[in-house]
């Protein structure tokens, strides 16, 4: 009988730990780094459960919940606070509050353009209302 | 002054998959990571693919059993959404992989005999949090995708970053966890099991192939035992660690006592008794097995006082079920509950003050109007 061993799982953690530390650093919509921050407390999760389960101990487990908890509340403040910077700024551009950064620090500047977007698509020709349309002459007066 | 070639060899010999994997998930999600004028997703998505597949050769298991087949597709169905979630350039997108991240970390607690946090998580995270998300984007994003979505900050240095981190975890994982040569013995070991599996059907008198096994099998024990020093193979107790090396060593000398005996017969003339062979070889394996389980961990001492609450104390000799592993108990909600009302009462009364507080938090941010044009 073959198990899984404990460092397999400890691999898993650390890469959706990675892979939420990334997103955290090169995304730049306020929601989407928050997710990635989520992403990193699963990886962290799993390697909680996992030493609880090899050591036959349920402390990691009751941590998991623990950390569950303060998730929730952190997604409800956040959500809270996304929404009021959304309201002041009009968007969840990360870097239009660049303002806040260090003094000595450079403000990053996007030189790439955006590629142009695609062209509306032409509205359909309806023929121009109230024109009389051509009817035979009436044949008969009475 | 660091060796170069000693690095080199470590990298590209010792820990190819590791390397393979890090820089071809390095490649995969630099390539993948939205900006103006994008990659072909077709290349990122054949690098993700030649990573995860370098992944699977970093954490292979040797047999396929129904656990190692669910944990393969649990974490490789978490790794690629995980990996879906910060490429995705609709934000709506990315909370639905969140979703699917969350669903197979599910899976893994399940794997891990955790049903109770199972279902807290989905019911948390995929019931509550993301359907928040999904409806925070819904009213702040109604006119479709926003400049901020096409473009990364600095996707080169982020990617570099977050993977130099994972291989540098990745590595010291392998390190602590793994033993390749401690593998590559039991696996040996096994292999001896099928040939002398096969001889002692045959009980006839000894012959010139049970010799050669004999004297093969001595030869091999005697090197698991002591090493060998010029070939650069460590002996068993180095091997075994800290933790199991005196009984991987001793069990290895059992094993090596039992097939002294066999010689004797096989000098004397007399028929070998294989089965007691075999039985010291699973004997070897089975502490082999249980050893390699416990590479890497840090016993507390016997003297610490620990709670015994929330399951036996990891200084006490654990009930280990037939992999090695230390048993669970059956009644995961009662004694998770248990375990919340000794251990962590403090805890779990600060948890309950934290809601609150967040509950009034959240709502007195968001009630404020708004302050910018309406």
């Known amino acids: 009988m073959t198990a899984v061993p404990l460092h397999h799982y400890l691999v898993v953690g650390a890469v959706l730990f990675a892979l939420g530390a990334i997103g955290f650093l090169a995304r730049r919509n306020l929601i989407v780094m928050f997710l990635s921050a989520e992403m990193m407390l699963q990886g962290v999760a799993i390697n909680l459960v996992a030493f609880a389960r090899f050591r036959g101990n349920l402390q990691g487990q009751a941590f998991v919940l623990f950390t569950l908890t303060v998730a929730a509340c952190e997604a409800a403040i956040a959500l809270a606070l996304i929404l009021m910077l959304y309201r002041s700024r009009r968007s969840l551009d990360v870097s239009l509050w660049q303002d806040l950064r260090e003094p000595g620090q450079e403000p990053t500047v996007d030189e790439e353009p955006l590629p142009p977007p695609p062209p509306e698509e032409p509205l359909p020709k309806l023929p121009p209302a109230g024109v009389e349309p051509p009817h035979p002459e009436e044949t008969s007066r009475v | ?374």
């Open chain 2, 1 to 374: 002054m660091p060796d170069v070639s000693q690095l080199v060899r470590l990298l590209l010999v010792e820990h190819l998959p590791i390397t393979l994997a890090v820089v071809l998930g390095l490649t995969a999600v630099y390539l993948l990571l939205p900006r103006p004028r994008g990659y072909p997703p077709l290349w990122g998505a054949a690098a993700g693919g030649a990573a995860l597949l370098a992944g699977w050769f970093v954490i292979r298991t040797g047999a396929l059993t129904p656990e190692t087949l669910l944990f393969s597709i649990f974490s490789a169905l978490a790794v690629v959404s995980g990996t879906l979630l910060i490429t995705q350039r609709n934000p709506a997108r990315a909370a639905l992989a969140f979703a699917l991240v969350v669903l197979s970390t599910c899976g893994l607690f399940l794997l891990l005999a955790a049903p109770f946090l199972m279902a807290a998580t989905v019911i948390v995270y995929a019931g509550a949090i993301v359907v928040t998300f999904l409806f925070v984007i819904m009213l702040a994003q109604q006119e479709g995708l926003s400049s901020a979505d096409q473009r990364s900050r600095e996707p080169l240095l982020a990617s570099l970053a977050g993977f130099l981190l994972l291989g540098t975890v990745l590595y010291a994982l392998a390190r602590s966890y793994q033993s390749p040569h401690l593998n590559d013995r039991l696996r040996e070991v096994q292999q001896f099991q099928t040939r002398i599996q096969g001889l002692s059907r045959e009980t006839a008198l000894p012959d010139e192939r049970s010799k050669q096994v004999v004297a093969e099998l001595e030869k091999f024990l005697r090197t698991f035992r002591k090493g060998d020093p010029q070939k650069n193979i460590p002996s068993a107790r180095i091997l075994g660690g800290e933790s199991g090396g005196d009984e991987l060593a001793d069990a290895v000398y059992e094993a090596q006592d039992v097939l002294e005996k066999q010689q004797f017969n096989l000098e004397n003339n007399r028929p070998v008794q294989w089965d007691e062979v075999e039985q010291a070889l699973a004997e070897v394996r089975r502490v082999g097995d249980r050893v390699v389980n416990r590479l890497g961990t840090f016993q507390p001492r016997d003297q610490t006082p620990l709670s015994g609450l929330s399951g036996p104390p990891p200084n006490r000799e654990l009930r280990r079920d037939a992999a090695g592993r230390p048993e669970l108990p059956a009644e995961n909600v009662a004694y998770l509950g248990r375990s919340l009302f000794t251990d962590f009462l403090i805890a779990v009364e600060l948890a309950g003050t934290l809601l609150l507080v967040a509950t009034v938090g959240a709502i007195a941010i968001a009630g404020r109007r708004a302050e910018g044009p309406p």
